[in-house]
Structure formats: structure tokens, C-alpha cells
């Protein structure tokens, strides 16, 4: 194991990515790539409460199916990683002199357990998640980010889920198999300058800066855990491990930050 972890940003997509090959090869070459962590630190579009909550500590025997009318082998999908109470008391330790934390027993919604079980298909190394608050302004997100990423430093992979592109209602529409609209190129495209350029302030701004912002997020949950990653990486390297679109326009873009 390296002696810093790197922080990662995966666009999820779809639930049924866990047993689509096409999709899923990517993210096992990906998963096979990275050092090995001591743990992963969860953060997904799935999961918005109000304090900052801890989820489940325990293994996760019990998954959250937030997904409705799919195939019913979906809900039988099982990956009992083992939970990370050690990494619960070091958040606890980090944020709780100056911000509210609330233990929950919530267990791991698919935006975590879905790519998980593919970056780490043994299902043996310790995860835990915890929300993002809606509270949050775009700022605190990152400086929440800030605040993890001593993490790094003692093993812990911090793990972003969701989509730098997510308008699902236009995505039910489009043909899958055609090229994705240009507006949500146009944002994706944007996105990862900002990551390049190292420019927080563009992306907690991105609903002023963006083009096509409020086109590409209808609602903001699944652009939002790329600022707290952002933040946790501080001014690292990037990489773009995966590229492309899904579903015609949801991006499968996923961020290495070194």
C-alpha cells in the first residue's frame, strides 16, 4: 500500500451496471489498479440527511435497493463487506468539534455498493458511508471534503458516487445507442477542465459557470459528491479511468485523484 491513498469519483449510472459486463469491466480494471485500502469512505448521491450522518458499522449484510421496477434478482444482490467502526470514530473525532454527527444504522444504497462490488469484488475490504447533507452549501461540501482527507493518510480510500451529468428524465427519451446531446458533452467537458485546471471555485460555482448546468442537473445530488472528493484531494493529479455516456446522455466519467 502507498502511503497516501488516492481519492476517486466513480460515475455510477445505472443499478443494473452491477451485472452489466459491458459497464462493469471497466470499473474491475479500474478496482484492480488501485492500492489496496484499509478502508472506503462512501459518499453518495443516494444518501442526503441533515446532520452529517454515519451509516451502518457493522458488515453489511443488509443493502439498500433504493430503485424501483427492476428485475427481481436486483434485490437478491448481497455484498456483506465488513463495516469500519474505527473509521466512524475518526470522522467522529475530525468533525465533531465544530459540526453535528448523527449515528445511524442505515446500511450501503446502491450508488455504493453497486461500483463496490466491482473495484473490490472480494467484498473483504471495510466500508463505511456516510450522507451529504442538503444543508451544505456548495463551499462546505468541499471544505467537508478538506476535513476527511487526513483519511488518506491512514489507509482509507474516500469514494464519490454519482454523475457529472444526470438528467434522467431527458435520458428515458434518448436513444441509447445515438450520440449523447451536445449540452451534455458541453458540461461534462467543463467539469473535467475544472478538475484539470484545479479550479474549486468553478466547480462550487458550476450552477452559475456551467454551461447547460441546470439542463445537466435537474436537481444537484449527483454533481455534488465530486466537491467533496475534490475537496478531500486537495490540488492533486487527475486521471479519467472511465469516460463516455450511458443511456445517451447520463456520464460514466470517474476521477483518479493522486
Known sequence: MTDRMPVAFIGHGSPMNAVDRSHFTEWRAWGAALPRPKAVLVVSAHWEDTPVSIGSTTRHNKLVYDFYGFPDYMYDLKYPAPGAPGVADRIEGLLSPHLTIQRTNR???????????????????????????????????????????PLRDEGVLILGTGNLTHNLREAF????????????????????????NGDSKALQSWQ??????????????????????AGAAASADVGFPIEGFELGLISRRSVHFD
Open 208 to 229: 452559475d459557470e456551467a454551461p447547460e448546468a441546470f439542463r445537466s442537473h435537474p436537481s444537484a445530488e449527483h454533481y455534488r459528491p465530486i466537491l467533496v472528493t
Open 107 to 149: 446500511g450501503l444504497d446502491h450508488g455504493g455498493w453497486v461500483p463496490l462490488m466491482h473495484l473490490f469484488p472480494q467484498g473483504d475490504v471495510p466500508v463505511l458511508q456516510i450522507s451529504m447533507p442538503t444543508t451544505m452549501t456548495e463551499e462546505e461540501l468541499f471544505l467537508l471534503g478538506r476535513e476527511l482527507s
Open 173 to 196: 427519451r434518448a436513444d441509447p445507442a445515438g450520440p449523447p446531446p451536445e449540452y451534455a458533452v458541453a458540461f461534462d467537458s467543463w467539469v473535467a477542465g475544472s478538475l484539470i
